[in-house]
């Protein structure tokens, strides 16, 4: 099976085909979700101490932190570049 993996940030990688969505932190539900998932010991923070930008949540209950925005990690699983990283690469 071949194993697509998408950059979280940071260094960080995530299978692709586990990620159900990703979220914005802000919201009542969402820090409700990330508190439920530290007590059940589900939580991966991949921020290394800065701001959380983005939520992953995955099919086995897993909710990973992320400090990339989650339009950057979205455009990463569909294979796209944001505008950022192709400036990076010219």
Do not use: F, Q, W
Request: glycine share 6%.
């Amino acid at each position: 099976m071949d194993v697509r993996l998408v950059n979280v940030g940071l260094g960080n990688m995530v299978a692709a085909h586990r990620i159900v969505c990703i979220v914005s932190p802000e919201s009542a539900p969402i820090k409700r979700l990330i508190s439920d998932a530290r007590d059940r010991g589900k939580l991966i923070d991949a921020t290394y101490g800065r701001r959380t930008r983005a939520v992953i949540v995955t099919d086995s209950g897993h909710v990973i932190l992320s400090h990339v925005h989650r339009e950057t990690v979205a455009h990463r699983l569909m294979g796209r570049e944001t505008p950022a990283e192709e400036a990076v690469e010219r």
